[in-house]
């Protein structure tokens, strides 16, 4: 551990602030929870019924599902207060940062001068950052991943960072730790294929590093990088990085061109990435993996569950993001037939896999082993992350 | 340099969403949404403050709970609470208001 002042803690919010985070989080809880299961319960004893008697059988799909919800009271309220409280998530952790903010700049900076954990961050303002990016802001985040208000901005890495931890500080699961994505593929590789070490692993669209750092703690050996177009997230999780000891490689790149050379990483991996790119580029970027692969190299990506394995209630309820997030491709992401769209960019079907890896701090070790080793897991709350569906492929 | 003020945007970019038929239904419904955010934090901070002088023996939060006020401040708590509602839901009686006034 070093004495450069970690980004990632440094923020103070005053009494009330802290107490409005504290409310989004549970309201967000309860939305997710509580109120999704009432809105169920209305779907199931009132809303399928109707339907079925109207056309004489259940919907076919989550468009389906959509249209019979649209108007009713509990679909309106619900995602009103969801919409709110993704709002709110940001604006509750704004105004502690933009009052610290040349502070946490001077840390990002001593940070890279010091550089003690001995990563690197490596910026290119002439990066393509995509116009899905830079016309809407994903996730309501406003000023998106990669806007900069003053110069060696971290802004909305922090918001990014801070937001995050609101936006999951009610889930039961999620409290624990950020990188549960990361520290739950990580394990689970460990045990299901001890044999494999990589000695070089790429996050693509790693945004502040959260899912970066658990790939070090679990192959210390390896050298991990991660790129993302955000060059604020990118300076913010150097930083943070660094001051927890983590050698990390942060790099500015678009995934759908990286730069690295060919047969360069044993192990490219993702969270939450490709429902927020188009569809053209999701192919890109899987072309590109391969390319950067290393033969008998894994790449396993961690996504929400195309909707052809959930039912259509789960993907009307997934897909509402799609239409009320800014998140303009995860409908037609989750509806991409995978291992087709895999075997068209060059990944052989035998060498393909798709896997739901139980979170890892919130599963009995025993019952994450007996996945790790071959079962599968009965869990399927992709939504509230109890369970991660990833997939990929070997080369 | 750095040290110049940031106001970060607080508008996400992109359609705001709307889920009723009147989008003034969602606005309000983003209104009541921040009230009740405020009032769990002002709830939040009566909390602190009670605690706090509970900690330091001033008053402790048994006495507060056991708190009754007596008949002339019931009166006045009472006008108060009245006075609040109508001026909160002051917009159902506008229009009565006005027929009456004219």
Not at chain 1, 206 to 212: E, I, L, Q, R, S
Not at chain 1, 313 to 326: C, E, Q
């Given at each position: 551990m070093s004495n450069i002042r970690n980004v990632g803690e440094m923020v103070e919010?005053?009494?009330?602030?802290?107490?409005?985070?504290?409310?989004?989080?549970?309201?967000?809880?309860k939305v997710l929870m509580d109120f999704a299961g009432d809105m169920k319960t209305i779907y199931q004893k009132k809303v399928e019924p109707n339907f079925e008697k109207k056309h004489g059988r259940k919907p076919k799909d989550g468009r389906e599902v959509r249209k019979a919800m649209l108007h009713e009271p509990v679909f309106e309220g619900w995602s009103s207060l969801r919409y709110n409280a993704q709002l709110m998530t940001w604006w509750s952790v704004q105004p502690a940062i933009e009052r610290d903010l040349s502070d946490l700049i001077q840390a990002a900076k001593d940070a890279r001068a010091a550089n003690p954990a001995g990563g690197s961050l490596e910026l290119n303002p002439d990066v393509d950052v995509p116009r899905e990016i830079t016309e809407l802001d994903v996730h309501l985040m406003p000023g998106c991943f990669h806007t900069e208000y003053t110069d060696d901005d971290?802004?909305?890495?922090?918001?990014?960072?801070?937001?995050?931890?609101?936006?999951?500080?009610g889930l039961p699961h999620r409290r624990i730790t950020k990188g549960g994505v990361a520290s739950s593929i990580a394990n689970y590789l460990k045990l299901a294929h001890p044999e494999f070490k990589p000695k070089r692993i790429l996050d693509m669209g790693c945004t502040a590093g959260a899912n970066t750092t658990p790939y070090k703690e679990v192959y210390p050996e390896a050298e991990v990088h991660g790129i993302d177009v955000g060059a604020p997230l990118l300076r913010f999780g150097h930083a943070r990085a660094e001051a927890e000891g983590a050698a990390l490689h942060f790099r500015q790149a678009n995934a759908t061109d990286t730069g690295y050379p060919d047969n360069h990483f044993d192990f490219i991996t993702s969270s939450f990435f490709f429902h927020e790119v188009s569809v053209p580029d999701t192919k890109k970027i899987f072309k590109e993996c391969l390319r950067i692969l290393k033969p008998g190299g894994l790449m396993l990506h961690m996504e929400l569950p195309p909707s052809a394995l959930t039912d259509p209630y789960y993907n009307f309820y997934l897909d509402w993001d799609a239409f009320y997030n800014n998140e303009p491709h995860y409908e037609k992401f989750r509806g991409l037939d995978f291992p087709e769209a895999l075997a068209e960019c060059g990944f052989e079907k035998d060498k393909q896999l798709m896997v739901r890896i139980p979170n890892f701090a919130s599963t009995p070790p025993d019952e994450f082993k007996a996945v790790a080793t071959g079962g599968d897991t009965m869990r399927r709350d992709h939504g509230n992350g109890a369970v991660w569906f990833t997939f990929g492929s070997w080369k | 340099m750095s040290d110049k003020t940031v106001n970060l945007p607080l508008r996400a970019k992109g359609k705001r969403a709307t889920f009723y038929k009147d989008p003034a239904v969602d606005q309000l419904f983003a209104i009541v949404t921040m009230l009740t955010q405020e009032l769990s934090v002002a709830f939040d901070r009566i909390e602190t403050v009670e605690r706090m002088l509970d900690k330091s023996g001033v008053i402790s939060r048994a006495d507060i709970e056991a708190y009754k006020p007596g008949e002339q401040e019931e009166g006045e708590r009472t006008q108060r609470r009245d006075e609040y509602i109508g001026r909160v839901f002051n917009i159902l009686h506008q229009e009565a208001a006005s027929l009456r006034d004219s």
């Amino acid at each position: 551990m070093s004495n450069i002042r970690n980004v990632g803690e440094m923020v103070e919010p005053n009494h009330d602030e802290y107490n409005r985070q504290r409310f989004v989080s549970i309201l967000r809880k309860k939305v997710l929870m509580d109120f999704a299961g009432d809105m169920k319960t209305i779907y199931q004893k009132k809303v399928e019924p109707n339907f079925e008697k109207k056309h004489g059988r259940k919907p076919k799909d989550g468009r389906e599902v959509r249209k019979a919800m649209l108007h009713e009271p509990v679909f309106e309220g619900w995602s009103s207060l969801r919409y709110n409280a993704q709002l709110m998530t940001w604006w509750s952790v704004q105004p502690a940062i933009e009052r610290d903010l040349s502070d946490l700049i001077q840390a990002a900076k001593d940070a890279r001068a010091a550089n003690p954990a001995g990563g690197s961050l490596e910026l290119n303002p002439d990066v393509d950052v995509p116009r899905e990016i830079t016309e809407l802001d994903v996730h309501l985040m406003p000023g998106c991943f990669h806007t900069e208000y003053t110069d060696d901005d971290v802004a909305q890495g922090a918001v990014y960072h801070y937001g995050t931890t609101v936006f999951s500080g009610g889930l039961p699961h999620r409290r624990i730790t950020k990188g549960g994505v990361a520290s739950s593929i990580a394990n689970y590789l460990k045990l299901a294929h001890p044999e494999f070490k990589p000695k070089r692993i790429l996050d693509m669209g790693c945004t502040a590093g959260a899912n970066t750092t658990p790939y070090k703690e679990v192959y210390p050996e390896a050298e991990v990088h991660g790129i993302d177009v955000g060059a604020p997230l990118l300076r913010f999780g150097h930083a943070r990085a660094e001051a927890e000891g983590a050698a990390l490689h942060f790099r500015q790149a678009n995934a759908t061109d990286t730069g690295y050379p060919d047969n360069h990483f044993d192990f490219i991996t993702s969270s939450f990435f490709f429902h927020e790119v188009s569809v053209p580029d999701t192919k890109k970027i899987f072309k590109e993996c391969l390319r950067i692969l290393k033969p008998g190299g894994l790449m396993l990506h961690m996504e929400l569950p195309p909707s052809a394995l959930t039912d259509p209630y789960y993907n009307f309820y997934l897909d509402w993001d799609a239409f009320y997030n800014n998140e303009p491709h995860y409908e037609k992401f989750r509806g991409l037939d995978f291992p087709e769209a895999l075997a068209e960019c060059g990944f052989e079907k035998d060498k393909q896999l798709m896997v739901r890896i139980p979170n890892f701090a919130s599963t009995p070790p025993d019952e994450f082993k007996a996945v790790a080793t071959g079962g599968d897991t009965m869990r399927r709350d992709h939504g509230n992350g109890a369970v991660w569906f990833t997939f990929g492929s070997w080369k | 340099m750095s040290d110049k003020t940031v106001n970060l945007p607080l508008r996400a970019k992109g359609k705001r969403a709307t889920f009723y038929k009147d989008p003034a239904v969602d606005q309000l419904f983003a209104i009541v949404t921040m009230l009740t955010q405020e009032l769990s934090v002002a709830f939040d901070r009566i909390e602190t403050v009670e605690r706090m002088l509970d900690k330091s023996g001033v008053i402790s939060r048994a006495d507060i709970e056991a708190y009754k006020p007596g008949e002339q401040e019931e009166g006045e708590r009472t006008q108060r609470r009245d006075e609040y509602i109508g001026r909160v839901f002051n917009i159902l009686h506008q229009e009565a208001a006005s027929l009456r006034d004219s």
